[in-house]
Structures are given as C-alpha cells and as structure tokens.
C-alpha cells in the first residue's frame, strides 16, 4: 500500500522539494498551501503527476483532507525574515492554530506528524555551537519575536500532543537551508546576494560581515526531514550544516560562482540578528545516520544555475526594494 502523505506549505522552497522527494518514493502527496509565501511555479510541473494533489488552503482556517492519511509534514509558516515582518499575525496564527490543526488532521487519522521547526528557536545562542539541549535566548517581544515564538509554541503543542493523544511527532530544529527555488525577492542572504551579484549591484552585507550562519543544501535538508519522520523519534533534531560561514565570506564565494565584479557594501544590522549560528548534529548523526553531503560551492553553483535561468523570480507583488541582505 501507498504512503499517503500531507505536506502543507507544499508550494513553497522545501516543501516543493520535499513533495518531489515523496513522490519519487512513490509515496502520494497531497499539498496544501495558501500561496502567501510560496509560488504556484513550483509545483506546476508535479500537477500532472498522477499521485500528486493539490488544495489551496490556509490552513490557519481548518485543515480536512478528503481520504486516507498516513503522515502530516507540517511546513505552512512564512520563513524568511522580511516574510516574517511583513506578515507578523499570520506567522503567529499559522505557527499555533495552524499547527493545531495540522495535529488535529495527524490525530483524526493516527498518522505520522513532523513538524519543521527553526535554529530560531534558540534566538541569539549564548551557546555555540547549539545542542538540542540549549534551551535559548529568544527576546519575546522583538520584532522576530512573532517567528521564534510561534515556533517555540509549535514544538510545545507538539509535546502536549503526543503526551495527551499519543500521536507519533517528531520535531525537526533547521537551520539555513538553501537552493534552487528561493525566492529572489525572499531577503535572505543566498538569494539576495546571488541577485545582487547577477544584476552587477551592490552585494549588500549586514553589520560588519562577521555574524555567521551554517548552509544547508535543500536536498540534504529534505533528505534529514524524511528520516526524522520515518524513524519515530520524538526530536527536536538539529537538521544543518555544521560548516559555519561569515556573511562576508559568504559574499565573496558568490560573488566569485556569478563571476561578478560588484562591490561589498555595509548596511546596519537588523534588531536581534543572532551573530553565530552552527548547529551541534550529533544526535541527527546517531539518530538518523544523516549528515549533509553538499559541499557549499557545490550547492551555491546549482541554486546559482536556477537563478540564472530566471527561475527563481519574486512573489507576484514584490517587495525587493525593502529587502535587505538577512540570513
Ligand atoms: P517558504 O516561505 O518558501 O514556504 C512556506 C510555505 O508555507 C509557503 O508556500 C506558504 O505559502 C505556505 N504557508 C504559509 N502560511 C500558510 C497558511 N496559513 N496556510 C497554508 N500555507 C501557508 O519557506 P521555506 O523556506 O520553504 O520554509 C518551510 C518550513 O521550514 C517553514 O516552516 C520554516 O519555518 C522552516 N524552516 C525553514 C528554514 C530555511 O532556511 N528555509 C530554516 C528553518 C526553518
């Protein structure tokens, strides 16, 4: 028999890697999106596909999928920064109601839930590189505040669901990811400074260059996600590359693949910009026998390939003017 699987927020970065990944398994897929972040363009070429479904729905609203369900992959949360900001009460609604009903859905059929949470969770870390153990150091009435703690909501009503209902969860913590499908006007680092680099502007880098991230390729990400589901572990699992890299240095490596000649310019940091981030992945290494295997130029040429076929455009109202260089 079949895996019947719900990815909600399917049309958008990882989820549309995700839903492709399922399928190739041949697995069926239902996705369920509201379009508020993700693009329609990046699930037209699964619509043919006969084990493919599509339902544009929010899913803040309620969440019933007609027939059989054996696992809930909830994604459904705007992601980036400026996404974040610009939509602040449907990022709390979609991280708690949201992910209520997509519990609910997981519950009313005894499906598998896994829920996609964040290195967010732990805010600006006083702890590095960050373990599943480190509780956080989030500010909870900052402006990103609306992302980090409706994540941090999600992994608690996660918990109490699968103390109170014995629903089988997994929580999955990830970090940076990136890759073909980013949107270009999505105002992380990748996409804006592989845009930047391409138009011949400006790469604009935040602060000093010296705050870090790790970068995970979307593939080894989505390869992380259906293990952690597959294996039954309750999580939180760190999924992210624990090779760390500067923003500066980030720069400069696209800037290098796109074969551009811009300048680095500096622009102020955003309020609560967490300065390192690198996730501790011995637990997904022993849980999961995961770890990520894209080297990060590897990865960069890919996602560069996609922006250079124009396939990586903006949502259909743009807002790229607003959007700086976060990651
Ligand atoms: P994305 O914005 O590309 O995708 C999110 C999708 O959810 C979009 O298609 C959007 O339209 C949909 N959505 C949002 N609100 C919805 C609602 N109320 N009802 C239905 N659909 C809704 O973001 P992404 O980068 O693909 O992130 C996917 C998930 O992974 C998110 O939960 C995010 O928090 C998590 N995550 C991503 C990263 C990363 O680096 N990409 C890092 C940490 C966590």
């Known amino acids: 028999m079949n895996v019947r699987a719900v990815v909600t927020g399917g049309a958008g970065f990882v989820g549309s890697h995700l839903c492709e990944r399922l399928l190739a398994e041949g697995q069926e897929v239902v996705c369920v999106d509201n379009l508020s972040t993700g693009r ?4 037209t070429q699964l619509l043919d596909h006969p084990g493919f479904r599509f339902l544009l729905l929010d899913v803040t609203e309620g969440l019933d999928v007609p027939g059989r369900v054996d696992a809930v992959y909830h994604l459904a949360s705007p992601a980036s920064p400026a996404d974040y900001l610009r939509l602040p009460l449907e990022t709390l609604l979609v991280g708690s109601y949201g992910t209520r009903n997509a519990l609910e859905l997981a519950r009313r059929h005894d ?11 732990y805010g600006s870390p006083e702890v590095h590189p960050q373990p ?12 990103r505040s609306v992302y980090d703690e409706a994540k941090r ?3 608690a009503i996660t918990m109490a669901y699968r103390r109170t209902h014995g629903v089988r969860t997994t929580i999955v913590r990830l970090f940076n990811t990136y890759g073909p499908r980013l949107r270009s006007d999505d105002g992380r680092a990748v996409p804006a400074f592989i845009t930047q680099a391409l138009a011949g502007r400006a790469l604009t880098v935040t602060g000093d260059g010296s705050q870090t991230r790790s970068l995970c390729y979307v593939d080894d990400t989505v390869d992380g996600i259906v293990r952690a589901l597959a294996s039954g572990h309750s999580g939180p699992l760190n999924l992210g590359n624990p090779v760390e890299v500067t923003m500066r240095e980030l720069a400069l490596t696209v800037r290098g693949l796109c074969g551009s000649s811009s300048e680095l310019t500096l622009i102020p940091r955003p309020q609560d910009d967490p ?3 690198r996730p501790d992945i011995t637990a997904a290494v022993r849980e999961l026998g995961w770890e990520p295997r894209t080297a990060l130029d590897e990865g960069l040429r890919r996602t560069i390939a996609h922006f250079r076929e124009g396939a990586c455009t903006g949502l259909p109202v743009h807002h790229e003017e607003a959007a700086p260089a976060l990651a």
Request: aromatic share 12%; proline share 6%; net charge negative.
């Open 275 to 277: 300065q390192l981030r």
């Open 40 to 43: 329609a363009e990046n699930i």
């Open 111 to 121: 499906a598998g839930f896994l829920l996609t949470s964040t290195s967010e969770v």
């Open 132 to 143: 599943e153990s480190y509780w956080g150091n989030v500010n909870p009435i900052g402006p």
């Open 153 to 155: 909501f999600g992994e």
